[in-house]
Every structure is written in structure tokens, then in C-alpha cells.
């Protein structure tokens, strides 16, 4: 199966089990099919699909041999259709093709894929946990909180010999750890994945990896082994201070079973037991917020190899005999997905070097030590900025983030942590033992690994720098788990930052299972009265999550399924959806959302403004009413839809009671105030442009200048496009004044910003107290650089992008901008170019959708493709006068449409019901756990070296 699109025959490509492609151990009983679907020829479209699997790829060719024949379904569906076949047998690998028949009722193309099962039952399992025999250990100390050693002491260093008659014909590890791991076979490295397990409710579910480790053994001695450091298990984690056992557990454990396959049909399994054995190793400590220690005088060559000699090598213990919890890994996992190379290396000493990588990332660095005698020692600190030419390292609070490297006195030596990572742009080494050349030190880039499927771009570098600020954002901030932040003592799973972002982040990139996987742990997190937490996993804030922060747990599955099609996280979140929305209506009986159980944020990090929280909150308890009733329509609930509608129409009823005035004023008068209230339909019809003037005035007498927190800022762009003032929203996109996202970008900005003001010519930086400067929050509006400024979004009522609605909307100091979204069902494209008075369109509509185009001219007999009216080319069904402009509505293919430039689009928008993206925030008066911000700190800038 070739990926590559193109060709006029109807083609299904990029096959998926369960949102993946060829997933290795899956551990779903009736996982779900998917493919994209490709051809060059206009209206091309699927109407029918067959699905057969079977035990072999050649069996897929024999009809006897076949294990599941779906026979052919009328059907232009493609999306996550469910297995339906014999009932799955664990670690075995099932074969599956589809072949596709097209709009004329012919066939057309096949393609195949395959997925293996994991350890389906619990029976399965013949591993138990092992780690570190506490008996006969040194007392550990009691821990401090400016300790960075780890409490469980140093990594383990775990193995187990054994031997084969025979090479096998098939071989698979089921790994895991509580805390995070390196399996090791034979000397080798399993697999790429990092910081695995990953992080979960540990509690609730622990994911295990699977690694096809075939190739890697050999007839004879053979040895099974790991490093195991104490991750999020048993290392530092959030902002409290240091206990053992504060979160999962006080130290690590190694828990792995090896099923050995030989030609015969015999099997040997090896698994985790009391025999293994333990050592310590190069590694001396590992914590994801402090840094690592390695000292590479402790490496002992071959010690995952067979007939390591057994100095120093104790038996494990067994710590459970109890697997637990157990799930496949049902997404992408962590990895290193590109290298950065310096941008500039300065020498700041005889023995000290800053660094600087020119882009603000999240990973760690590999260093080539050369000429170190034994036991020389050097330090790496990581910095996302520079203060006086110097790392600025006061934002990190208490972490260390710190790796320091003991020579073992080889010519060369390369260290590279394994068990931590770093937010940075800027490292400072200090005590390199000698001339340190660029090609010596490189940053490693990681995150978990979702596919990468959008790209934008505009004639305008300053939001071109604007999308790469965001998409680098989100790289650093999807690790295992989407962060806040990646370089302080927090990274936690904030749920507003999570929901506000959803949308921009499903433009990026491919996140349907990252976000299925997530909500597991949103859903898992809510306690017995149906409040959801601030984060998930549940650490540090145990409290009940704020308005938009709770409300993450309605807004996510809702935007999976609209995203993605996936009906079953929505079926699966719908009992904790409505159990949030009552739990808001029982405390808040007269349904104005005042009576807060739990946190209130406001509109968080707003600038001088002060947006009511009644206002905000209760604008948020309609918007969750009103996805509710959509999702209960969705599952086919009519009653909870019923309910929901008319719950939604009460709480609006009272938002307009309570908040709006005659005149269209909503409480507070704050741009965020208005922003909801438009965005999420609370205003009568008739005071919507009064409410549209209320908002404009506010921006205008503020000289264009925005004053959002997290919770508004996604919606300004996108409500006032919507509400006739494209010009206002292209003026904030441009803005590079205080406070804007140009503004930081015009200081060296090359990530988004937590706070506007996180440095400002008139104040310095913020306080350190929490100032990061690698938070995805404020940069949503990627989501209208996708969905307006490009053109690419879907009808209100459409899932997954079936019927495209393409509104490029030239403005500001655009030339042109295009965009490209690999979706589930296809790649989807829309671009827009002015020359001399013409405004040229691209569009591209995978098969078996539809789009209409809102060309922004008002000569409907000017549009065209190529030479001829665009009315008579093939594959257009119509091209009518709208509003908006012109509208064009086509069938799938690829177009080029001009028109006579001129009356963009300035009409009522008719999408303000679709579920637009949302953001989150709050003001100073509730104490925020990470304390409160102060004064700036008047110190000089970033600004390069
Ligand atoms: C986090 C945010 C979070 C906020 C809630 C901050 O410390 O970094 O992203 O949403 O607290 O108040």
C-alpha cells in the first residue's frame, strides 16, 4: 500500500485501527476501521465498501481462508467502521483489507493494513512487579524539598538471562514500569519509544507497550532487560513539595513478559519474577522535573548482555504479585522527532559555554564530551530565556532541570539523559572540560508522537512566526499528557488550557486518540458528585474544577466526535458530561452559575480587565447544557436531548435576565463578557449588534488592542470575522503593540507566551512566580489562521468534515494565505491570492464530501475556472449570489476559482451556533496555588546574547 494521493481512480488510503496506523497490541474487543479516501476526478465518491479479514495476508486472497467478510455495505462511510468478526484472540495479528466501489456503483480500488492484539485478559499475565528489595538497603533519607535525588535511590538497572534452542519465528515484550522505563535486549535498545509507560490515572489504568523484539534474538544466550528511573510515579510531579509516596508510589517497579514464538507452534514465555536481579548502573538518579546524574565511571559494558560478570548484583523483589490495572497503549507514544543544532555558542569562561538553539523546545540535549579524565564533572541548566546575557531560570521554581555528566575518562563520551526533560532555548554548560564546537551539542526534540497533518501559511512572516509560535507550542506541550507548560515544577493536565486549544491543536496535527486516551483520566478524575478536577491526572490541585476548566469534559468529547467521528468517546464521557452539568444545576438552582463549590479563574491572565465571573461561568454552564442536548441527540437519547434543550434555553434565559442590559450591554462591559455571550448564542437577536458595537468600542478605544485571558482570546478573531469587522480581528492579528501576540513575537517570542506581559518593555519580566514562556493557551487563534484566514472549516451540522465550508477571508496586510489539513477523510486544502483585481481561490474537497465556497466578490457572473464560467465546469453544482458574497458549491476535487476582488464578506455569519473553538483564564483574587503574580521584575530582556 502506497501513501502517495493522486490518480483518477478512487483509492482508499492511510488505513487506521482504532485511530492508528498498523497499531502493535491493542487491547480493544471490537476495535474500529478507518481509511482516507483519494482521486483526482471531480464527484468522485464511495458508495459502497467490503471488508475482509484474515490470519495472513495471502488468506485475504482466499475466500475460504477468510476470517471476517463483511460482504459489501452500501455505504459511503469510511470512518471508524467497528470490527465484526470472530471474537479476537490475544497477541495475534489479524490482516484486514478494503476494497472500495465508487460513485457509479464500480469497482474501484482495495487497500490493506493489519493491527495485533495485546494481552487481552488478565490471565494473560504471568509477570509480576519487581523493582528494588528494601530490605538491606541504606536507610533513605528523609527528602528534603531542595533534594533532587530521587527517594526510591538510583535508577534500576534490571535483567534476566535466559536461554533459546532456536531463533523464534515471532517475538513480542509487553512492558511497563511505575515510573518510566527503557527495555534493553541483548545490548540493543527496544523500540523508540520515550518516557513509556507515559502518564495515566496509575490508580486506574497503567499502559503497557508492546514491541515486536523478533529480530533481536538470537539461538542461545539471550538477556531481557531495563532501566527504570522513578518518572511521574515516584519522582517530582506538579508543584507540591517532595514526600515519598506522595502520588503513586514511593519507588519504581519493572513489570514485562517476553512470548517467545517458534516455528513448531511451541512458545517459551519469560516474565518478571524473583529471579531477576538488579544493579545500579550509570544512570544515578533521573527525575523529570530536576534533571538526570549520569556517571558514566558506574557503566559496566555488557550488562544487558549474556554473561555479564555479577558484581554488585542483587535478586529483585517481588513488590506485587498483582499486575493491576493493565491497558494497551492506545495512542501515539512519546518519542524524539527531530534534532535542533545550535544557532550560536558563546564562551562565557574558561570552562563555561552558553547555547543558544533559536527556538524555544522541549526535549534534552546530546553532548559529545571529548578529552575528559575520569570523573570530571559538568552541568547542562536549561533556560527558555536569557536576563543580562545570562539564563534566566527564576520562572522554573523549584525545577532543577538541571543534568549533570561524569567523565568516565574515554577520548569520547556522549551523554544524553533518558528519564527527564526540559523546556529551553538556551542551556548553559558549565565546567566542559574543554573547546566546545557546534557540531558537539544538539537538542533533541520530543513529544508524543501524533502525526503532523496541517499546514499554514500567508504572504505575512509575522503570522507565519505566529503559527510556528503555536505549533511549537504544541509539540512542547503534548507530552504523555497535554501540559501546561513544560519547564517548571507544574506540566500538569490543566483542563481549560486543554479545551481552549483543542481545536487549533486538531488543525496540527492528528489527536483524536491522544485526546480519547486523555479524557479517560478527565472522566476518571471526577469524584462521586460529578465534579470534574482542574487537571488530569488528578496532582497538586485536588480541588473542583473552575468554570472552563471542568467544563474541558463536555467541550473535548464534543470536539472529538465533530472532529473526528468518534461517537464512542462520546458515548463513553456522555454519564460524567450530564453528571458535571448537574452537578452545576444543583448547586445553582436559579441557574445564574454563582455558587462555586470549587476554583474560579475568571478569564485567567486577562489584561486590564476584569471580566464578572457570574458572567463567564454562567455563559460556560449554557454552552455545557447546549453540548449535552447535541450529544445526547447524537447517541440517540431523546429524553436527556429533551432535557438538555430545555435546560440550556433556562440557563440562557437567565444569563440575558441577569447580564445583559437593554442596550445590549453585557455585565462588566469586558471584550471576554461579549465575546462569550456572541460566541456561544446567549444574546437575543435583536441586541446582537448593539452587543457587536459594545465589543468593537472596547477594542477600538483600547487602539486595537485586545484585553483576553485565556477564556476569550480564541474568540475574538473568529466572532468579530463572524460579526461583519474582519478588518478588527486582521488588526489584532497584526498588532504588535502591547498587549499582543505580535508584540511578544517582536521580543524574540518563538513559542506563545503564558502571560502577555511575560516580559514587557515597561515592566521587565513578570514574576517568576509564574511566567513561563511556553503555554499553548493564548495561542488559539491558530484555529482561525485554519479555519477563516485560509478558509478551512465544516458546515455547522457536519461531522468530520464531510460538508466543507470554505471561507477564505483575504484581509489585513494579506497577499494571500493557503492551508492544508490531512483529515479523517482526506486531505482538504483551501487557499486565496490577490493579484491586480482578481481574487484567486484553490480549493480541494476529498471524495465523497461536499464543500461550499464563500468567495468574498459580489460579481457572481465574474467567477471562474480557468477560461469558462465556473457555473460549467464539471464537478461545480452551483454558484449562487449569499450574503457573504458569491457562494460556489462543489462536489470532491481539486479547483481553482477566480473572481473579481471586492465585498468581502461582511454579512451576519450564519455559523454561530457550530461549536466554535473556545478559550479560558482568571484574575488575581482567588490565591493561585503557584502564588500570586507580582510586580514585574524590571530586569532587561531576552533579546539574544
Ligand atoms: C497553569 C495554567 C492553568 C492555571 C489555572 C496555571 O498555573 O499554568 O495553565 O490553567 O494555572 O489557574
Redesign the pocket.
Known amino acids: 500500500m502506497t501513501d502517495v494521493p493522486g490518480g483518477s481512480v478512487l483509492r482508499p488510503y492511510d488505513l487506521q485501527t482504532e485511530q492508528r496506523r498498523e497499531p502493535l497490541g491493542l487491547d480493544e474487543p471490537c476495535p474500529r476501521l478507518s481509511w482516507k479516501l483519494d482521486c483526482d476526478r471531480r464527484g468522485a465518491a464511495q458508495s459502497g465498501y467490503r471488508i475482509t479479514a484474515a490470519a495472513r495476508p495471502v488468506d485475504l486472497d482466499d475466500p475460504a481462508r477468510l476470517l471476517w467478510d463483511s460482504g459489501r455495505r452500501e455505504s459511503g462511510e469510511g470512518l471508524l467502521v467497528p470490527w465484526d468478526g470472530p471474537v479476537l484472540q490475544s497477541a495475534t495479528r489479524y490482516h484486514w483489507r478494503v476494497e472500495v466501489w465508487d460513485e457509479a456503483g464500480a469497482p474501484a480500488a482495495a487497500a490493506r493494513s493489519w493491527f495485533e492484539t495485546g494481552l487481552l485478559y488478565r490471565a494473560d499475565w504471568a509477570a509480576v512487579w519487581v523493582g528494588r528489595d528494601p530490605v538491606g538497603q541504606p536507610p533513605v533519607d528523609p527528602p528534603r524539598d531542595d533534594d533532587p535525588a530521587p527517594p526510591g535511590g538510583a535508577p534500576l538497572f534490571l535483567r534476566r538471562e535466559f536461554d533459546l534452542a532456536r531463533r523464534p519465528v515471532r517475538a513480542r515484550l509487553y512492558a511497563t514500569a511505575r515510573g518510566v522505563y527503557e527495555p534493553r535486549l541483548n545490548g540493543a535498545r527496544v523500540g523508540d519509544a520515550e518516557l513509556a509507560p507515559g502518564w495515566t490515572e496509575y490508580h486506574q489504568r497503567l499502559q503497557y507497550q508492546t514491541y515486536d523484539v523478533t529480530e533481536l534474538l538470537r539461538e542461545g544466550a539471550n538477556v531481557l532487560g531495563a532501566v527504570v528511573a522513578d518518572g511521574w510515579w515516584s519522582g517530582h510531579v506538579g508543584f507540591d513539595p517532595r514526600r515519598p509516596a506522595q502520588h503513586y508510589g514511593d519507588a519504581p517497579a519493572f513489570l514485562a513478559q517476553l512470548v517467545v514464538d517458534f516455528a513448531d507452534g511451541s512458545r517459551r514465555l519469560v516474565a518478571t519474577d524473583a529471579s531477576w536481579t538488579e544493579e545500579q548502573g550509570a544512570t544515578r538518579s533521573a527525575d523529570l522535573l530536576m534533571g538526570e546524574h549520569v556517571d558514566a565511571r558506574w557503566h559496566r559494558p555488557g550488562w544487558d548482555t549474556p554473561g555479564a560478570a555479577p558484581d554488585g548484583v542483587r535478586r529483585v523483589a517481588v513488590l506485587d504479585p498483582d499486575p493491576g490495572p493493565l491497558v494497551a497503549e492506545p495512542d501515539h507514544p512519546v518519542r524524539v522527532t527531530r534534532e535542533v543544532p545550535p544557532v550560536a555558542v558563546h564562551q562565557r569562561g574558561p570552562h563555561r559555554f552558553i547555547v543558544d538553539f533559536g527556538q524555544n523546545l522541549v526535549g534534552r540535549v546530546r553532548l559529545t564530551v571529548r578529552g575528559a579524565a575520569a570523573g570530571w564533572q559538568l552541568a547542562i541548566r536549561h533556560a527558555e530565556i536569557l536576563g543580562g546575557g545570562e539564563l534566566y531560570r527564576d520562572n522554573l521554581r523549584r525545577a532543577e532541570a538541571t543534568d549533570v555528566y561524569t567523565a568516565g575518562g574515554e577520548p569520547t563520551e556522549v551523554f544524553e539523559p533518558r528519564f527527564t526533560y526540559h523546556g529551553f532555548r538556551y542551556i548553559e554548560i558549565d565546567n566542559h572540560p574543554g573547546d566546545l564546537a557546534g557540531t558537539d551539542v544538539v537538542a533533541r526534540v520530543l513529544h508524543s508522537d501524533t502525526p503532523w497533518t496541517g499546514h499554514f501559511e500567508c504572504s505575512d512572516p509575522m503570522v507565519n512566526q505566529l503559527q510556528s509560535n503555536i505549533s511549537w507550542g504544541q509539540r512542547g506541550n503534548f507530552v504523555a499528557v497535554p501540559t ?2 513544560p519547564q517548571r515544577d ?1 506540566r500538569l493536565g ?1 483542563l ?2 486543554a479545551q481552549i486549544f483543542a481545536p487549533t491543536a486538531s488543525r496540527n496535527a492528528d489527536v483524536a486518540a491522544f485526546f480519547a486516551r486523555w479524557m479517560r483520566d478527565v472522566v476518571g478524575g471526577q469524584d462521586a458528585g460529578g465534579a470534574f478536577r ?1 487537571v488530569a491526572p488528578v496532582v497538586s490541585i485536588r480541588r473542583e474544577a473552575a468554570p472552563a ?1 471542568g467544563d474541558a469534559g463536555v467541550i473535548i468529547p464534543w470536539h472529538l466526535w465533530r472532529t473526528y467521528g468518534d461517537r464512542e468517546v462520546l458515548r463513553r464521557s456522555f454519564d460524567a458530561m450530564v453528571a458535571w452539568v448537574e452537578h452545576i444545576r444543583r448547586h445553582n438552582p436559579d441557574l445564574r452559575w454563582r455558587h462555586r463549590t470549587g476554583n474560579s ?1 475568571g478569564d ?1 491572565l486577562q489584561v486590564d480587565a476584569s471580566t464578572p465571573r457570574d458572567v463567564l461561568s454562567t455563559a460556560y454552564f449554557a454552552r455545557s447544557a447546549q453540548l449535552v442536548a447535541a450529544a445526547a441527540e447524537v447517541l440517540d437519547r431523546p429524553a436527556e436531548a429533551a432535557r438538555h434543550r430545555a435546560l440550556h434555553a433556562a440557563i440562557r434565559a437567565a444569563f440575558i435576565d441577569s447580564y445583559v442590559a437593554a442596550d445590549g450591554t453585557v455585565e462588566g462591559g469586558t471584550q471576554t463578557g461579549y465575546l462569550l455571550a456572541l460566541a456561544f448564542g446567549l444574546l437575543p437577536p435583536r441586541l446582537v449588534p448593539a452587543a457587536v458595537r459594545h465589543l468593537v468600542a472596547d477594542i477600538e478605544g483600547r487602539g486595537n488592542r485586545l484585553s483576553t485571558g ?1 477564556v476569550g482570546v480564541g474568540l475574538l478573531c473568529p466572532v468579530l470575522a463572524d460579526h461583519g469587522r474582519p478588518d478588527l480581528a486582521y488588526a489584532l492579528l497584526h498588532q504588535e503593540e502591547f498587549p499582543s501576540w505580535g508584540y511578544t513575537i517582536r521580543h524574540g517570542a518563538t513559542t506563545i507566551w ?1 502571560r502577555w506581559d511575560g516580559w514587557t518593555e515597561h515592566g521587565g519580566f513578570q514574576s517568576a512566580a ?1 511566567n ?1 514562556f511556553n ?1 499553548y ?1 493564548l495561542g488559539s487563534v491558530g484555529d482561525w489562521l485554519f479555519g477563516r484566514v485560509a478558509g478551512i472549516d465544516q458546515a455547522p451540522g457536519s461531522v468530520a468534515y464531510r460538508e466543507l465550508l470554505l471561507r477564505p477571508l483575504p484581509g489585513g496586510r494579506l497577499r494571500w494565505a493557503r492551508a492544508t489539513q490531512q483529515t479523517a477523510r482526506g486531505t482538504v486544502a483551501c487557499g486565496w491570492s490577490l493579484a491586480g483585481d482578481r481574487i484567486t481561490v484553490t480549493a480541494t474537497v476529498p471524495p465523497g464530501c461536499t464543500a461550499v465556497v464563500e468567495l468574498p466578490t459580489s460579481d457572481v457572473d465574474g467567477v471562474r475556472e480557468g477560461d469558462a464560467p465556473a457555473g460549467d465546469r464539471p464537478g461545480v453544482l452551483a454558484v449562487e449570489p449569499s450574503p457573504a458574497g458569491v457562494t460556489v458549491r462543489l462536489t470532491s476535487g481539486s479547483y481553482t476559482l477566480s473572481a473579481p476582488a471586492g465585498a468581502p464578506a461582511d454579512g451576519e455569519s450564519t455559523n454561530q451556533l457550530a461549536p466554535v473553538p473556545l478559550p ?1 483564564g ?1 484574575h488575581h483574587e482567588e490565591a ?1 496555588p ?1 502564588g500570586p503574580a507580582g510586580p514585574g521584575d524590571r530586569s532587561r530582556p531576552a533579546g539574544g546574547l
Open positions: 501546561d507548560c507544574e490543566w481549560a488550557d482542574d476548566w479563574y485567567w485565556f503564558e509564574m513561563s503555554h493557551s479560558a482568571r493561585h503557584a
